[in-house]
């Protein structure tokens, strides 16, 4: 089953940064719908069936405050001359990046990439574009606040239409 944990972002402001999407809509670029944008704090990858109540456990250890996130800004992954994701930056004064520690900490026997980069995923990129005047257009753009107090264990499953996400698990904060 290939998962990840991440904290949800409320409906409004995922719609707001979508719409960003079709300022840069063309071919070789797919939008990710407003449905499945989400802060990942881990992508764990493929974990057998019989895990997932192990790796539950483990994320119920994780413990953490609410805090305040703000979706401000874009970028791009890697580099502005070779583009594969097009973001909106996410800025928490270090909570988010603490919280990402904690749930790595709690998984390291799973591996994975221990870089963690806040970004809501507005684009995904095939083709060669010039992403410039975007973002000089929206680099220091806000675009909403909102309270996080909790993450997901979500399974997602990769099909024709992009990927299907189900939540497997919820932790609150403290």
Do not use: Q
Request: hydrophobic share 45%; glycine share 10%; aromatic share 8%.
């Amino acid at each position: 089953m290939r998962t990840f944990v991440a904290v949800p972002v409320p409906e409004a402001l995922r719609r707001k940064v979508s719409a960003l999407g079709l300022e840069i809509a063309a071919s070789g670029i797919n939008l990710v719908k407003p449905d499945n944008m989400h802060l990942t704090l881990r992508f764990i990858g493929d974990i057998p069936d019989a895990e997932v109540d192990g790796v539950k456990k483990l994320l119920g250890k994780v413990k953490f405050g609410r805090f305040s996130c703000r979706v401000t800004g874009v970028g791009v992954f890697p580099n502005e001359s070779f583009v594969r994701v097009v973001w909106a930056g996410c800025a928490s004064d270090g909570a988010l990046e603490a919280l990402a520690k904690d749930v790595a900490g709690a998984l390291c026997a799973y591996g994975g990439d221990e870089r963690f980069s806040a970004h809501l995923t507005i684009a995904r990129v095939k083709g060669k574009i010039d992403p410039r005047p975007f973002l000089e257009k929206h680099m220091n753009e806000e675009f909403g606040e909102f309270v996080a107090g909790e993450f997901h264990l979500v399974c997602s499953v990769l099909g024709p239409g992009g990927p299907a996400y189900t939540t497997l698990a919820v932790f609150k904060a403290d």
